[in-house]
Structure formats: C-alpha cells, structure tokens
C-alpha cells in the first residue's frame, strides 16, 4: 500500500532542527512489523501519516502506508477473551483484533487518516469494520456508555479517546450518521460520570454501580479525553443535538487545564500534586488538544502560548538520538495517586502523539 506520492522533505525551519531531525530519522528508523495495532503502538502511525501530511513528508506517510499494509494482509480476528488480554508495546502480533478491549480499536483512525490522503477501498472497508465492531462488540454498562473491556468492564478516560476518535472519523469518511451520533453520546456519557464539576477535569475510572471513582486527577487521562471530545467537534456535525454541550464540557476543561499547567509548561503525571513528577505524553495530549481548538475555533488563540511553553520543553525531553523520554509507563487501575512518581521513558505513545501535535500546531499557525 506504499503511496505514489508528490510530497517532499521540504521543512527546514521544524524537521531540520537538529533535535527534531533526530526524532524525525529514530521514528522513520522502526521497523512497521515491530508496531502493533494495539494503543500503544497504532500512535506511531498515527503520527506519522498526519505529520506526513501536515509537513509534505512522504517518507512519514508511506512508513504508515506500509505499516497498515502489513497489518491488513491478514483477517482480522476474533481472539477468545479468555486467551486474549491486550496487546502491548512491542508484542509482535500482526493484524486486527477484534475484543471488546478498547485499546485493539485505534488503528481505525490510522486508515481513515490515509484514506483521506489517498481513497483506497481498503483502508475504508477497515475503517467500517472496526467503528461497527466498537458499536456493536463493545461491552456496555449502565445506560450505555461503554466499558473498557472485557477484562475490566467500568468506563476509563482512554476509553473514550478509542471509541469516540475512531468513530468521528468514521462518520467523516462514510457520512453515516450514526457513528457520529455515537461518538457524541460516549462524550456526553463519559463526562456525565468521571468529569470533576469543579475544575471540570476528568478521573481516571468509574464504577457505574456505586460511583465511586479515583480521588485524584492524572493528566494523560486528561490527555485522552481532551482529544477525544476536539476530535469528535471537528469531524461531527455541529448541527448535531449534543454538540454543543460536547463544546462546553471541553471549554470547560480548558480552563481547567491551564490552571493546572506547571510554569515550565508540562503537566504533573497527578496534576494537582507538587510532589508528582512533571510527564511528557499527558502534556503533548493535552496540548493537541488545545491546538485543534485552536485551530477549529473553539477556543481563543492567546491560549496559543500555553501551547507553544509545552513544545519547547518536551524538545529538551528528546536525547541526542531522537528518543522522547518523560512518558509515564502504563500504570492500570486503580488510585493515581499511587502512582506520582512513576517509572518515565520512553513511551510509543508519547512519540506517537508528538508527531501529531507537531502536525497540529502546523495546522494551526504555531510553528
């Protein structure tokens, strides 16, 4: 599926920044077999062929061409949840799989994106299959958001960035109605049981039964959910009933968010803890977040600043050969708290996402 592209190499001022072009070669550097379609991984992808994209990089597009090419030469399957937990960083398993686990759904925003760069039938036949898979396979609870997964059935904040994401662009590219509609029903749902109405943020996980939820905020979490609902306002129609409060309840969480913004400019892994470390991937997620509201309109551009203080610290988090460390590795459940000083280094997702903000802020004038 490599892409007979135009595109060209052709941004000194950003790419050939020593520190970016190391970054740019350390991405391009990986082999597609070694990244899997799980969470983790399927943001590398991402990353690229929308960075591709925003930069006139065809080496970045077709390493993504590629990757999806090799996942998609196999069926998909229908693992037994029993044998089947997730897949993680690095696993080296090829193709879909299709579980109720949230985390294997993400690729479909990795073909949507090519698919609008060049139409292939495809990367469009996979992005139905995996929206229809998370609305009719996902597992629901409650009055119908859906839960994480088969092995943890209560709704998370990045349950909503693999479900409403992908679907939005779903909706984009077919024009069916009803992937949109979920996507902003999941962003209403969620926000009704994990958003803090004080500063508007969002904990980690609820247990729709009791309530009960994590006391603390942690910023990746809020780094999911921020994208999700900037991803679902851009690519779902805004005559849509619920979108507009989907603008709210993500206007509302700006403000929340800056005010929990270290001077330096990232974000602690627990926000509202001094004694937490500062984190990497949560600060380029919530800043993709800002930059597409930026960019969309949906919030004022002086919040630009903000955006531009998170960027050039995480420059300084990529060593001399092109690693982005500072990402918190996967914690799971439970009380984040727990967790504020957390092993960081060097993360897919955390590369992954700052490929996109790089293409984002692109987009939106930044840089």
Same mark, same amino acid.
């Given at each position: 599926?490599?892409?007979?592209?135009?595109?060209?190499?052709?941004?000194?001022?950003?790419?050939?920044?020593?520190?970016?072009? %190391?970054?740019? #070669?350390?991405?391009?550097?990986?082999?597609?077999?070694?990244?899997? /379609?799980?969470?983790?991984?399927?943001?590398?992808?991402?990353?690229?062929?929308?960075?591709?994209?925003?930069?006139?990089? %065809?080496?970045?597009?077709?390493?993504?061409?590629?990757?999806?090419?090799?996942?998609?030469?196999?069926?998909?399957?229908?693992?037994?949840?029993?044998?089947?937990?997730?897949?993680?960083?690095?696993?080296?398993?090829?193709?879909?799989? *299709?579980?109720?686990?949230?985390?294997?759904?993400?690729?479909?925003?990795?073909?949507?994106?090519?698919?609008?760069?060049?139409?292939?039938?495809? *990367?469009? #036949?996979?992005?139905?299959?995996?929206?229809?898979?998370?609305?009719?396979?996902?597992?629901?609870?409650?009055?119908?958001?859906?839960?994480?997964?088969?092995?943890?059935?209560?709704?998370?904040?990045? &349950? *909503?960035?693999?479900?409403?994401?992908? +679907?939005?662009?779903?909706?984009?590219?077919?024009?069916?109605?009803?992937?949109?509609?979920?996507?902003?029903?999941?962003?209403?749902?969620?926000?009704?049981?994990?958003?803090?109405?004080?500063?508007?943020?969002?904990?980690?996980?609820?247990?729709?039964? /009791?309530?009960?939820? /994590?006391?603390?905020?942690?910023?990746?979490?809020?780094?999911?959910?921020?994208?999700?609902?900037?991803?679902?306002?851009?690519?779902?129609?805004?005559?849509?009933?619920?979108?507009?409060?989907? +603008?709210?309840?993500?206007?509302?969480?700006?403000?929340? +968010?800056?005010? *929990?913004?270290?001077?330096?400019?990232?974000?602690?892994?627990?926000?509202?803890?001094?004694? %937490?470390?500062?984190?990497?991937?949560?600060?380029?997620?919530?800043?993709?977040?800002?930059?597409?509201?930026?960019?969309?309109?949906?919030?004022?551009?002086?919040?630009?600043?903000?955006?531009?203080?998170?960027?050039?610290?995480?420059?300084?988090?990529?060593?001399?050969?092109?690693?982005?460390?500072?990402?918190? &590795?996967?914690?799971?459940?439970?009380?984040?708290? &727990?967790? #504020?000083?957390?092993?960081?280094?060097?993360?897919?997702?955390? &590369?992954?996402?700052?490929?996109? +903000? %790089?293409?984002?802020?692109? #987009?939106?004038?930044?840089?």
């Amino acid at each position: 599926m490599s892409l007979p592209l135009s595109l060209t190499h052709s941004h000194p001022a950003v790419w050939q920044m020593p520190v970016l072009e %190391a970054f740019r #070669k350390n991405v391009l550097a990986r082999a597609y077999a070694d990244i899997n /379609t799980g969470w983790e991984d399927t943001l590398i992808p991402l990353g690229l062929v929308l960075a591709g994209r925003a930069f006139d990089d %065809a080496a970045m597009v077709n390493w993504a061409a590629e990757w999806s090419a090799y996942h998609l030469a196999v069926e998909p399957q229908s693992p037994s949840t029993e044998a089947f937990r997730n897949q993680n960083s690095g696993d080296p398993l090829r193709g879909l799989y *299709l579980t109720p686990y949230c985390g294997e759904w993400g690729s479909a925003m990795v073909f949507a994106e090519l698919h609008d760069h060049q139409a292939d039938d495809q *990367l469009l #036949k996979a992005v139905r299959l995996l929206a229809d898979h998370i609305i009719d396979g996902s597992i629901r609870v409650g009055d119908g958001i859906i839960a994480h997964g088969h092995w943890s059935q209560i709704p998370w904040v990045d &349950t *909503l960035y693999y479900s409403a994401a992908p +679907l939005a662009r779903a909706f984009r590219l077919t024009g069916e109605a009803r992937y949109a509609r979920e996507a902003v029903d999941q962003c209403l749902l969620h926000a009704r049981y994990l958003r803090d109405p004080q500063s508007g943020c969002f904990f980690h996980e609820v247990h729709i039964d /009791t309530g009960e939820r /994590t006391n603390w905020l942690w910023s990746r979490g809020n780094g999911w959910i921020i994208m999700a609902l900037a991803d679902t306002l851009r690519h779902c129609p805004a005559d849509m009933q619920g979108w507009s409060e989907v +603008l709210d309840i993500y206007r509302s969480m700006v403000v929340g +968010l800056l005010r *929990l913004q270290h001077p330096c400019g990232l974000w602690r892994i627990v926000p509202e803890n001094e004694e %937490a470390h500062l984190e990497t991937s949560g600060a380029i997620m919530i800043a993709t977040g800002l930059t597409v509201g930026i960019a969309e309109g949906y919030i004022n551009r002086t919040t630009a600043a903000n955006v531009l203080r998170t960027w050039y610290e995480v420059l300084t988090w990529i060593t001399p050969d092109g690693r982005l460390m500072g990402c918190q &590795t996967p914690a799971g459940a439970g009380g984040w708290e &727990t967790h #504020k000083r957390s092993v960081i280094g060097e993360r897919t997702y955390g &590369t992954g996402s700052l490929l996109r +903000l %790089a293409a984002e802020m692109h #987009k939106g004038g930044l840089i």
